[in-house]
C-alpha cells in the first residue's frame, strides 16, 4: 500500500469541503433534497472519485472503468458535486438538481448521465444490482471491481439480505460494498427503528470480510479499499462509521436532517432564511 503524503491528505480534504459547500448550495437552490447523508459521505466520495476509483471523466464509459453502484440514491446530491469537482460535467450545473429536464435528479438515472452506472429509487436494490455486476464481470474475466455504496437503513430490506448471501456463497472478491453507518433514517435511529447490531458479525456470518473505519479519516478509508483488494476469497464490506450532517457541527447527529434541504429544515436553532449561509460558514470554518 503506497502512503499518502501530507500534502496529498490535505488535498483531499479540500475536495471534501468543495464537495460539502456544493452540496449546500444545490440543495438550497432546488428547495429540496436530502441533507444530512450527503454532507456525511463527502470524505469518502472525495477519495472515491480523487484516488479509489479507476475512472476516466472524459471517457466515462471506459470500459476498464471500476463501477459505483449507489443503493442509496437519495444521498446522490454528494455523487453529483463529487462528479462535478473531478471533471465530469460543469460545477455550476449541480444548481439544476431536481429541476424539469434536468440531468440531475432526486435520485440517479443511468440514461441522463454519463458515469451514472445505475438508476435507483427503491432502497435495499443496489447490492443485488451489484452482486449481479460482479458475478457477470467474473464469468467475462474483467478485472475491473464493482463498489457498492449502502445507507445502514436499507439494512432493513429483505432484499438486501439475498444480496449478502449471493455474493458470500460465489465468493465475490471483486465486489467492496460501503456502509454509511450513521445510525439515522427518516423517522429517528435505527436502533430505535429496527436494531441492526450486531453489524458486523451478521456480514461475518454469511462469509464477508469486514473493515471497520472511520468514514471522515480519508487515509483509513483509502487503507480499506486497499486491504479489500487484496482479499481474495470473499466480498468485502467496509463499515463506515459517519456523522451525519458532518461538517456542519449546528445539524451533525441531527435525524430531522435526514430530508430537509437548508431553508426548509427545523427551526430551533437556525431560521429558516439563514439556514444556507450559516451551513456554508460552518463548512469554511471546519476545515
Known sequence: M??????????????????????????????????????????????????????????PDLPERDRLILSNGHIV???????????YFPVEECLTLRKFGSRLQGH????MLPGMETTSGPLGSGLSQSCGYAYAARMDGKTFRI?????????????????????????????TAIMDRNNIQIDGNTEDIMPLEPIRDKYEAFNWHVIE???HNIPQFIAACDEA????????????????????PTIENDYR?????PGKGPVDKIPADKQKQVFLDEIKASQ
Open 2 to 59: 503506497e502512503l499518502l503524503t501530507d500534502e496529498e491528505i490535505r488535498e483531499l480534504r479540500c475536495h471534501a469541503r468543495d464537495i460539502r459547500t456544493t452540496i449546500v448550495e444545490m440543495l438550497a437552490e432546488a428547495k429540496s433534497g436530502h441533507t444530512s447523508g450527503p454532507l456525511g459521505m463527502a470524505d469518502i466520495f472525495a477519495a472515491l472519485y480523487f484516488r479509489v476509483l479507476h475512472h476516466d471523466p472524459k471517457n
Open 77 to 87: 446530491p454528494v455523487r453529483y458535486a463529487a462528479m462535478a469537482h473531478a471533471g
Open 108 to 111: 440517479p438515472e443511468r440514461d
Open 147 to 175: 463498489f457498492c455504496a449502502m445507507s445502514d437503513g436499507e439494512q432493513e430490506e429483505g432484499n438486501t439480505w439475498e444480496a449478502v448471501m449471493f455474493a458470500g456463497k460465489y465468493r465475490l472478491n471483486n465486489l
Open 213 to 215: 473505519v472511520d468514514g
Open 229 to 248: 483488494k487484496a482479499v481474495r476469497e470473499k466480498p468485502t464490506l467496509i463499515l463506515a462509521h459517519t456523522i451525519p450532517g458532518k461538517g456542519i
Open 257 to 261: 436532517w435526514h430530508g430537509n434541504p
